[in-house]
């Protein structure tokens, strides 16, 4: 015998499941934006600050101590935590030109023991006046 489902009820017999796999989805990703975003923010920021040497009166004449100390002015002015200038930033000069290395990664915890890793890497070149 068949059985009669009143207008279209048997059509949505999935739609339960379909609705709770997408909330896990979407709360998944939404976790992971929530976590990673701060991460990406401050690194934008980083390199704002780092393009502004450009064009910097006197970069040339200044040592690596200096110049970590002016990215240092920087960061601490836009709030950017958890970024040492010392550990991740190399200042190399030949002659003229000022050479900006930096290389960091960040780690945040997930939930439990899930963890992520993003590892960020910049190179700039000024030349110096």
Do not use: C, W
């Not at 945040?108 to 590892?119: E, G, K, L, P």
Request: glycine share 10%; no cysteine; aromatic share 8%.
């Amino acid at each position: 015998m068949r059985k009669h489902y009143p207008s279209g009820l048997g059509n949505q017999r999935g739609a339960a499941l379909t609705m709770m796999i997408m909330a896990l989805f979407f709360g998944g990703l939404l976790t992971l934006v929530i976590k990673l975003g701060p991460a990406y923010v401050d690194d934008i920021t980083i390199q704002e600050a780092l393009e502004n040497l450009e064009g910097r009166e006197g970069l040339s004449r200044m040592g690596p101590a200096q110049v970590r100390s002016l990215i240092d002015k920087s960061l601490s002015v836009n709030s950017v935590d958890g970024f040492d200038p010392k550990k991740s930033i190399t200042v190399e000069k030949n002659g003229e030109l000022v050479v900006i290395k930096v290389d960091y990664e960040v780690r945040n915890n997930i939930f439990r023991n899930v963890d992520t890793v993003v590892h960020f890497q910049h190179e700039y070149e000024f030349q110096g006046q």
